[in-house]
């Protein structure tokens, strides 16, 4: 079997409303998906992380760098092209866009062994620990709003996605220390018993941050997620010894190499890889058994379209307890509960993520066809593809 082509998908379309979280606001969404054909007719699915002019510079990578380096190769080398790409791409990125771009094709390469062998991706991996995940939802996002319909909409929402199913929420900060604290405040109040998480996308300052958590930690937050920039290990450790509440993060990280330094800094309770960025299912399994290595639990960063979701539902299901035992920690699937097509419609069988979560008491089921389990609907892709 040989890989005749690798084309990406760029869709893009005009979200309902405005967006935001502490970097920047966002009135379109896109997704990135990579389609790899071979010689047999075996076709293969994956996705790039990276929004809007991102998508389009990966997909140049994806198309006029990567493709003539693997063209003829057989898609069931896959650490063979994993290395290859990497190496003579290491001159030029061992970060960023080029994994991202790498990321895409790799999974594309993993969907294509898994309906080669008949089998889903978990059990290329060696099999599932489980067969449904925990969901959480996260929203609550920012907008051009005041402090005060902030908090008043904070609170609604997160009892909203409560009374989704859902038995977690995530919520996002940004308008400063000081009017974040309060929205944090609205989202313990909102939730009531069920969990809650505060994503900062890395927007603090160590001190900045020790403010925001100390009040986390009298409201009982879950995690305190990507509280500082990731570049800034020595802030993440200093969180970590000081608050009570988890310190996650990692979703800006690439490769293993990285992903070792962030765990040897011991400066995360939870580490939170994206595949679709950090170099693919190949490269993930390995920053996985980095991670448990260290003792330190994994849940993933999903954020995308319905290859996403597949994606990490098939590496949820193979991801081995940690440490074990009788009851063990257990992961959970992250869920964006606002509008997302790419996500919902894409798939000529969709998941229903959200009616799962309803009529199952927040779990969500592993898809257990070939590769992913997810088949693209070929005319949705037609519809929003743009150039």
């Known amino acids: 079997m040989k890989i005749t082509e690798i084309k990406s998908h760029v869709l893009q379309c005009d979200m309902p409303e405005e967006l935001g979280y502490s970097q920047q606001y966002y009135a379109k969404r896109t997704a990135h998906l990579v389609e790899v054909t071979t010689d047999e007719g075996v076709t293969g699915w994956g996705e790039c992380f990276g929004p809007g002019n991102v998508a389009l510079a990966n997909k140049a990578i994806v198309e006029r760098v990567i493709q003539p380096m693997v063209l003829g190769m057989d898609p069931l080398d ?44 978990h059990k290329l991996i060696g099999g599932a620990h489980r067969r449904e995940v925990r969901a959480y939802g996260y929203g609550m996002m920012l907008k051009r709003e005041s402090v005060e319909d902030h908090v008043a909409r904070f609170r609604d929402e997160a009892a909203e996605i409560i009374g989704m199913g859902f038995t977690a929420t995530k919520m996002k900060t940004g308008l400063g220390p000081k009017a974040d604290v309060r929205l944090c405040e609205a989202v313990a109040d909102g939730v009531g018993e069920a969990q809650f998480m505060v994503d900062a996308n890395h927007c603090y300052t160590t001190s900045d941050a020790f403010y925001v958590g100390r009040a986390l930690d009298e409201l009982g937050a879950y995690w305190f997620e990507e509280p500082v920039a990731p570049e800034d290990h020595d802030g993440y450790r200093e969180l970590r010894a000081g608050l009570k509440v988890n310190i996650s993060g990692g979703e800006a990280e690439f490769g293993r190499w990285g992903w070792r330094q962030i765990l040897e800094n011991r400066g995360l309770d939870i580490a939170q890889p994206e595949v679709c960025a950090l170099g693919g299912i190949t490269e993930y399994l390995r920053i996985l058994a980095l991670a448990h290595a260290h003792f330190t639990p994994v849940i993933n960063h999903v954020w995308g379209s319905a290859i996403a979701v597949a994606t990490n539902l098939q590496l949820l299901a193979a991801m081995p307890p940690m440490p074990g035992g009788l009851h063990p920690w257990e992961p959970m699937l992250e869920f964006d509960t606002t509008e997302n097509r790419f996500r919902d419609h894409l798939l000529s069988d969709p998941l229903d993520i959200q009616g799962q979560v309803k ?15 997810v088949t693209p609907d070929p005319e949705f892709i037609k519809r929003y593809e743009i150039e």
């Open 78 to 121: 896959r650490d063979v092209i994993w290395h290859k790409v990497y190496n003579l791409l290491r001159d030029h990125g061992q970060k960023g866009m080029p994994m991202q771009s790498l990321s895409g094709v790799d999974i594309a390469l993993w969907d294509i062994a898994g309906k080669v062998a008949g089998l889903p991706i």
């Open 359 to 373: 009529r199952n008491g927040g779990m969500v089921s592993i898809p257990d066809g070939p590769g992913l389990g």
